[in-house]
């Protein structure tokens, strides 16, 4: 199967301020459209040709580093431009999932700050999770192109800390783009979709 560069379920403009036109038209046709690429070369010939994309991401980790990487990175923005949405963000969590957040990580404000405090000690590029893994929802950060998937647990939400993702908008401050994105750009409705298939 091979890799293609899927179209931003919203206008270049729509996230805005939080994440600009710049910063989508870079990230997706750019930098989005080179792990498409890169990963498509690297898939062939290999024994992951033909398989699922989440196989290719478990199947190479550790053992094909740079279609890993690209694999790895494809899958992760794929959900990425899925996990946010126009006037996006806050508290409006959809039930199940809500409750699981509280019963598992004590609030939904204690989530939020968790969450993005494993965003801003991530240390280089990476990326910061929520996940289920053995049945509960937990928070979790990854470097490069690594997600959850790779370390048996199945992700819900992930918020891209390369430079790349914020550094348009917000320079250095990584802090203020992780409250940007819990505040005002997450798609609740996709992370409790992607909650209720890691459930089953």
């Not at 040709?49 to 580093?65: A, C, D, H, M, T």
């Not at 999932?97 to 965003?119: N, T």
Request: hydrophobic share 35%; net charge negative; glycine share 10%.
């Amino acid at each position: 199967m091979s890799f293609t560069l899927p179209d931003l379920p919203y206008s270049y403009d729509a996230l805005a301020p939080y994440m600009s036109r710049e910063t989508l038209e870079y990230h997706h046709d750019k930098h989005h459209l080179a792990y498409v690429n890169n990963g498509n070369n690297l898939l062939k010939g290999t024994e992951w040709e033909g398989k699922s994309l989440e196989e290719i991401v478990k199947g190479s980790f550790g053992k094909n580093p740079g279609l890993f990487n690209n694999a790895g990175q494809h899958y992760n923005h794929i959900h990425f431009w899925k996990w946010m949405k126009p006037s996006g963000g806050g508290d409006k969590i959809p039930g199940e999932l809500e409750k699981k957040i509280v019963s598992d990580l004590g609030s939904v404000a204690k989530m939020k700050e968790d969450f993005a405090q494993a965003g801003v000690t991530q240390f280089g590029s990476g990326w910061c999770w929520l996940a289920v893994k053995d049945g509960k929802i937990v928070i979790m950060k990854t470097a490069n192109g690594e997600s959850p998937l790779v370390h048996g647990a199945s992700p819900i939400l992930g918020c891209d800390v390369w430079e790349h993702s914020y550094y348009i908008d917000y320079r250095n401050r990584r802090p203020d783009y992780l409250k940007a994105f819990v505040d005002h750009l997450v798609n609740w409705e996709y992370v409790a979709e992607m909650y209720a298939q890691a459930a089953k």
